[in-house]
């Protein structure tokens, strides 16, 4: 066998491994205000999400874009964000964690990291595994 076909055989089984974690996203609304570490400020965030994709809106920065579910470890879920709308306003590319917060039904702690920046808080809503 080639190296190539070796490689080619190499992201072959890589695609079929993954795909199911793929489809492990979240499906659910969530909201909730978030604070910004540096400059510290505090606004809203409101999510969709539906399995491997999803929507996210900062209402009072006047932004918002696409989500793409990245992986999960089974305990927190992993978003990457692409900012569509305002993109003069808000911080393109950052990574957002997901985790049932411990004490309260229908919250998940949400932390956003991008560019330096680190934005913590919780959302409400009742998000439940997706498998789309």
Same mark, same amino acid.
């Given at each position: $066998?080639?190296?190539?076909?070796i490689l080619a055989l ?6 079929? #491994? %993954?795909?199911?974690?793929?489809? #492990? ?9 978030? !604070?910004?570490?540096?400059? +510290? ?5 409101? $999510?969709?999400?539906?399995? @491997? ?14 989500? *793409? ?8 879920? =992993?978003? /990457?964000? %692409? ?5 003069? *306003? ?5 990574? !957002? /964690? $997901? ?5 309260? *039904? @229908?919250?998940?702690? =949400? /932390? =956003?990291?991008?560019?330096?920046? !680190?934005? +913590? ?11 789309r």
């Amino acid at each position: $066998m080639s190296y190539r076909e070796i490689l080619a055989l190499f992201a072959f089984i890589s695609a079929i #491994a %993954t795909g199911p974690t793929d489809a #492990a996203g979240l499906g659910g609304t969530l909201q909730g205000s978030v !604070t910004q570490d540096a400059p +510290r400020s505090t606004y809203e965030v409101e $999510m969709e999400l539906h399995g @491997n994709r999803g929507s996210v809106n900062y209402p009072s920065l006047g932004c918002g874009g696409r989500l *793409k579910f990245v992986r999960s470890d089974g305990k927190a879920y =992993w978003y /990457r964000e %692409t900012i569509t709308a305002g993109k003069e *306003k808000c911080i393109n590319g950052g990574s !957002t /964690r $997901m985790s049932r917060h411990p004490t309260e *039904k @229908n919250a998940w702690n =949400w /932390r =956003w990291q991008g560019s330096g920046v !680190t934005v +913590r808080g919780v959302l409400h809503g009742a998000a439940v595994p997706d498998s789309r």
